[in-house]
């Protein structure tokens, strides 16, 4: 009996550990990925270094998770990468143009 309730022990550390792994290489995948984006970029370049965003935020749909001010003119659509464990408590942002180019990029902390 000892010998089951420690595997299942073990496979519990192993799990929680792999998940807390696989998220801190992504929070740093981000990091990476939104410290090469570049205003001008296009939105193609954005996700395939960033991949899929988590949320795409309409200029007249605003998605105030993470900020009070909506995305405004020039920005015509806001995607929005999020901590995958906890949304709500750190996200990466990155603001496309009507034209679909990056206007400006943000990484976001709540308190």
Same mark, same amino acid.
């Given at each position: 009996?000892?010998?089951?309730?420690?595997?299942?022990?073990?496979?519990?550390?192993?799990?929680?550990?792999?998940?807390?792994?696989?998220?801190?290489?992504?929070?740093?995948?981000?990091?990476?990925?939104?410290?090469?984006?570049?205003?001008?970029?296009?939105? =193609?370049?954005?996700?395939?270094?960033?991949?899929?965003?988590?949320?795409?935020?309409?200029?007249?749909?605003?998605?105030?998770?993470?900020?009070?001010?909506?995305?405004? =003119?020039?920005?015509?659509?806001?995607?929005?990468?999020?901590?995958?464990?906890?949304?709500?408590?750190?996200?990466?942002?990155?603001?496309?143009?009507?034209?679909?180019?990056?206007?400006?990029?943000?990484?976001?902390?709540?308190?």
């Amino acid at each position: 009996m000892w010998k089951v309730i420690r595997i299942l022990a073990l496979v519990a550390v192993v799990a929680a550990t792999s998940t807390v792994g696989a998220c801190a290489l992504r929070i740093r995948h981000y990091d990476s990925a939104l410290g090469k984006v570049k205003v001008g970029d296009s939105e =193609a370049e954005v996700i395939a270094g960033l991949g899929k965003p988590s949320f795409r935020e309409a200029a007249d749909a605003p998605y105030l998770r993470y900020t009070g001010s909506a995305c405004t =003119a020039p920005c015509g659509e806001r995607l929005w990468w999020e901590w995958p464990i906890a949304p709500g408590m750190e996200a990466w942002s990155v603001e496309l143009g009507r034209d679909r180019k990056v206007l400006s990029t943000y990484h976001w902390v709540s308190p």
